[in-house]
């Protein structure tokens, strides 16, 4: 009689066309039952168009007939709904006070690290009139869907990547939201994208406290936020602010990274404090969480994300910073 992992092992060979992570993954696979050669599997119908659902009844019976002793194959579908579906380990947001501090830079810099040590990673870009990740990671196709959810679109590295920018009709349109409208579209981004069993979600806001950031922190189940600033920031009132907000919201803060932190000259390994003294202690002071690390200025990070290709930088700095969120986030307990 053939066993269920022989039958889980063939499901993990299937792969819904445009989707990288598989059937499993994507924790569509709700039931199997084997019954001497027969095989029955229940599948949910989230986010799978009816194109989809009868293109993998024939991929799961081709696949699965060829395991040995199995006689019938049988799939049926149950509807559900992508909230019943996501497993999620870990949610992170990544914050600051204002803008163009590299908060996106970051968000995508960290799901790349963490994708890189081998765990299922999503992006939710919660900036939406201003999104930029998908730029970054050089997405322009449409996500996939039915009326029932949709799926993120894997990055390179197979990053599930939800953002405004890919539902748009233009890359260059205007979102032009007021707070409830926008409110009600991250609250889909969570609610109604099928982003299956994921290790890790990093989740990009927008700068500043307002209606973004109150909406995912009320909606969403965060394990900690993240807090970037630059040392060009004059005073430590606006992280000061955003993690108030946090901690009102009963929210962890994991601590403060420090980005465009230094210029490190790469013939000599010297760094240039091109802003002046670093902010970092005096932020995590502030914040009563410790400095996550430092990010140096470099321009081969700013042309990759001009190309796209953001997953292709990797650094020391940002392992560092990976791991320090890594031991924060095993640390129980909240600040
Ligand atoms: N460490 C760095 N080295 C070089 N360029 C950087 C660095 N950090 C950010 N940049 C560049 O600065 C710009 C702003 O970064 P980013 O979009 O990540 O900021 P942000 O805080 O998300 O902005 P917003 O508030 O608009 O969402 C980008 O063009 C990015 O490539
Ligand atoms: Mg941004």
Redesign the pocket.
């Known amino acids: 009689m053939p066993s269920k992992q022989e039958v889980e092992e063939s499901l993990s060979q299937i792969f819904i066309p445009g989707i990288t992570r598989n059937l499993l993954q994507m924790n569509l696979v709700r039931d199997i039952t084997i019954d001497n050669g027969n095989v029955k599997i229940s599948l949910a119908t989230t986010a799978v168009s009816d194109k989809i659902q009868d293109w993998l009844k024939d991929k799961i019976a081709g696949m699965v007939s060829d395991i040995t002793d199995v006689h019938e194959v049988t799939t049926e579908f149950v509807s559900s709904t992508p909230k019943e579906l996501n497993q999620i380990g870990r949610i992170i947001a990544v914050m600051?006070g204002?803008?163009?501090?590299?908060?996106?830079?970051?968000a995508g810099l960290l799901a790349a690290d963490l994708s890189r040590r081998g765990n299922d990673v999503g992006i939710l870009d919660a900036?939406i009139t201003?999104p930029?990740i998908p730029k970054m990671f050089g997405l322009t196709t449409r996500p996939i869907g039915s009326d029932t959810g949709i799926m993120p679109l894997p990055s390179t590295q197979g990053i599930g990547i939800m953002s405004m920018n890919l539902l748009l009709p233009s890359e260059d349109e205007a979102v032009i939201w007021r707070g409830p409208l926008m409110s009600k579209a991250i609250t889909q981004f969570w609610e109604e994208v099928l982003w299956g069993k994921l290790d890790y979600l990093i989740i990009?806001l927008?700068?500043g406290t307002g209606d973004a950031a109150l909406t995912i922190m009320q909606t969403v189940p965060l394990n900690g936020v993240v807090e970037?600033f630059t040392s060009q920031d004059l005073t430590t009132m606006v992280v000061r602010k955003a993690i108030k907000m946090a901690q009102k919201m009963n929210i962890r803060v994991l601590g403060v990274i420090e980005?465009?932190s230094y210029l490190l000259i790469p013939e000599t390994g010297k760094k240039i404090n091109v802003f002046g003294k670093s902010k970092g202690e005096e932020m995590a002071q502030a914040s009563n969480s410790p400095l996550l690390g430092q990010?140096?200025?470099?321009?081969k990070?700013?042309d990759l994300?001009?190309q796209g290709k953001i997953e292709s930088y990797e650094s020391d700095a940002v392992s560092s910073i990976v791991a320090n969120i890594l031991t924060a986030l095993d640390k129980k307990g909240k600040n």
Do not use: Y
């Not at 204002?98 to 970051?106: A, C, D, E, P, Y």
């Open positions: 600051s204002k803008g163009g501090v590299g908060k996106s830079l970051v900036d201003g930029s990009d927008p700068p970037v980005n465009m990010i140096p200025i470099d321009p990070v700013a994300c001009d």
